[in-house]
């Protein structure tokens, strides 16, 4: 009979143990992998548990180590001189009162100098005497030193835990008298707490565990066969069986997985029926149009037809709406474009070149310069010519910032001439024939040399001034009086227009509301504007300088009210071909009447700072009557508020 079960348990364990074996087979390396990352990770994290727990064990006996000593010595302390004087009964009081009013003593033990307990809770000396007529004595440590005022600890497990022994010396006047042995419960709490986090340790690991078989089953069974198979399928389509087909029952994502597969090797059996150089052919085409998508592609072949065109070629050469698929490229590319790329085209379609470039500026359908790219597209052993990939990218912007920074660069790299050339003339005559020259021509000479350096530090600030508003830096704007502004400004150009003969005349309206802008930089505008006013007005001349606020638009609730400044003059004017190029940088309209004054950059920084503040400069002008300057500014709509509430409270009043 034992050898009969004894080989019904061998063929059940093999039986286990190759049904684990083909069980693991089935999985993958990711898998596996998985598994055993798995089992590292619970079995460190349950041993760093384990490892917390008996590092908090530790701290609690220390803890009741600590307590127990500290506890012993404090009741050794109070009943010491008791026991001396042979006072039990207060003994027996006060530790009865102790032992009641802590839960953590266990028990209280009272020995004398031989080991005789005479005192104990929960018992003592009467009625072990009575009830059992024998005597007890306390069994200290075997290493328990009587000539020592220290107490000695000790640790031992009970049911309930782990108890600290503590054993208190009672010793008075050098005097030993006997030992006090107290008990110390284990903290409940941190007991509980430990058993609690180690079950709960236990109980996640096993259902880590748990999860990871009940997930290796089901992979096994819904994931791992059906990839398997598709695995077989892939490797079957790769060696060129296109037939392979996979029938397998599922649902779900692994269906729509089988069923494209399944459709993808339809589709293979059929391409395998066509023409491979020509798919070959095609794909290197297609490859070659898709790298250089971005731009305005073409894709021709070797006659010159139109196969493909992508819509940016399109708008850059005219082609909207007009079907050039087809038809041939030269017949359809701008004149200016086809003289310049016709024999490069030939001559790559020969095979005489494999790239070219081309930079070619249009003036159909708009204005633009393009580059060009031609690049050969060859067949798979790139033998032979299948076609020409075009390239075309717009350059106008790129062009355009080279010629604005060049620009620049000339104009400063002018104005910076002229006055650097004056201040070295005068200079270098002033220090060679300084000793020739009377002291009106040192003094004219040096007059000059200042008006130059004035003009240069001018240029300068200019320069800055318009480098920080066109930078993008930000300006906090708040509330504005225009007509504190406009007072500043006339007091600093009164005394210039007094010396030119030219009248300045204020027409500001009163109680101007406060307007939404920046206090320092309408200044800035101000002094331009009043500035090139009084430069080309003539002697007799006014400069009228007025301000307003503008009659709100009927029914118009959307658009705030607005303050409008008007700067005009009798001067010279503007022509009508220069007013549009005013504002331009180093635009200046002195070099039309023959005088070397201004940076140019005036009116430029006054359209800037307008623009920051949401606004636009406009301007008319007649040559020989005079020009006017004028913006509108928003009203601050706190100020426009309290206006609404002081004439509420007018209207009141007189009512």
């Given amino acids: 009979m034992l050898a009969f079960f004894t080989t019904i348990r061998d063929a059940f364990t093999n039986n286990v143990s190759k049904t684990l074996a083909n069980w693991w087979s089935e999985f993958t390396l990711q898998t596996k992998l998985l598994a055993v990352a798995t089992l590292v990770v619970s079995l460190v994290m349950s041993g760093l548990t384990f490892w917390a727990i008996n590092t908090i064990q530790q701290d609690a006996r220390l803890n009741d180590t600590r307590f127990g000593r500290d506890l012993g ?7 010491a001189p008791l026991i001396a004087e042979h006072n039990l009964s207060d003994v027996a009081l006060f530790s009865q009162r102790f032992y009641s009013s802590t839960s953590s003593v266990r028990y209280m033990l009272y020995a004398d100098e031989t080991g005789k307990i005479f005192f104990g809770i929960p018992f003592w000396e009467p009625e072990v005497e009575n009830t059992l007529t024998i005597k007890r004595k306390i069994q200290l440590p075997e290493d328990y030193p009587s000539d020592s005022d220290q107490p000695m600890v000790r640790q031992h497990t009970t049911p309930s835990g782990i108890v600290t022994d503590v054993f208190v010396p009672l010793i008075v006047d050098k005097k030993y008298l006997g030992v006090l042995a107290i008990g110390i419960n284990p903290n409940q709490t941190a007991v509980i707490s430990t ?4 079950d709960v340790t236990i109980a996640v690991f096993i259902t880590i565990w748990v999860m990871v078989v009940l997930a290796g089953v089901i992979n096994a069974l ?14 079957q389509i790769a060696a060129g069986n296109f037939k392979q087909r996979i029938d397998l029952p599922f649902g779900g994502e692994l269906g729509e ?13 059929r391409y395998e029926e066509q023409n491979i150089e020509e798919l ?14 971005a731009d305005g592609a073409v894709l021709i072949d070797n006659n010159m037809q139109v196969i493909l065109v ?12 007009i079907d050039v698929v087809g038809s041939n490229l030269l017949h359809n590319l701008p004149p200016t474009v086809q003289m ?7 001559e790559m379609a020969a095979g005489e070149c494999e790239t070219a470039e081309f930079r070619i500026t249009l003036n159909q359908p708009t204005k633009r310069t393009i580059r060009i790219l031609l690049t050969t597209v060859l067949n798979q052993q790139r033998e032979s010519i299948k076609g020409i990939a075009i390239t075309v990218q717009d350059i106008t912007r790129e062009v355009e910032l080279n010629e604005a920074k060049s620009q620049f660069i000339s104009n400063i790299s002018h104005e910076l001439r002229t006055p650097l050339f004056n201040i070295k003339t005068y200079i270098e005559t002033l220090h060679d024939y300084g000793e020739d020259l009377g002291l009106e ?25 318009l480098s920080k508003l066109e930078s993008g830096r930000t300006y906090n704007f708040d509330g504005v009086d225009l007509a504190q502004a406009l007072e500043q400004t006339l007091r600093t150009y009164q005394l210039n227009a007094k010396d030119k003969g030219i009248e300045l005349i204020q027409e500001v309206a009163p109680n101007l509301p406060l307007v939404i802008g920046h206090y320092d930089l309408l200044l800035q505008v101000f002094g331009n504007l009043i500035g090139n006013a009084l430069k080309f007005t003539p002697a007799g001349g006014k400069v009228v300088i007025r301000a307003y606020q503008l009659d709100s638009k009927p029914n118009s609730h959307t658009q705030s009210p607005q303050v409008r400044i008007e700067i005009g003059d009798t001067g010279i004017g503007i022509a009508a071909e220069d007013q549009q190029a005013i504002f331009d940088r180093f635009f200046r309209v002195e070099n039309r009447v023959h005088t070397l004054e201004g940076t140019g950059l005036g009116l430029s920084i006054v359209r800037n700072i307008i623009d920051r503040h949401h606004s636009q400069v406009s301007l008319v002008s007649e040559v020989g009557v005079g020009t006017t300057f004028w913006f509108d500014l928003d009203v601050l709509q706190e100020e426009l508020t309290q206006k609404k509430v002081d004439v509420i409270e007018e209207v009141e009043t007189a009512v």
């Fill in 195 to 198: 058993n609690f986090t180690r």
């Fill in 222 to 235: 819904t994931i791992t066969k059906p990839i398997k198979e598709l695995l077989v399928g892939v490797r």
């Fill in 257 to 269: 997985v089988i069923f494209s597969f399944n459709e993808m090797a339809e589709r293979l059996e």
């Fill in 280 to 293: 070959t052919a095609e794909k290197a085409k297609l490859e070659t149009l898709v790298s250089t998508i």
């Fill in 340 to 346: 310049e790329i016709t024999r490069t085209l030939y």
């Fill in 310 to 321: 992508n819509p940016t070629a399109r708008r850059i050469f005219g082609w909207e709406g």
């Fill in 441 to 465: 021509e040192r003094q004219e000479f040096l007059q000059t040399v200042n008006h130059e350096t004035d003009r240069l530090t001018r240029l300068v600030n200019d320069v800055l001034d």
């Fill in 73 to 79: 010595l404090l009741l050794a302390n109070n009943v």
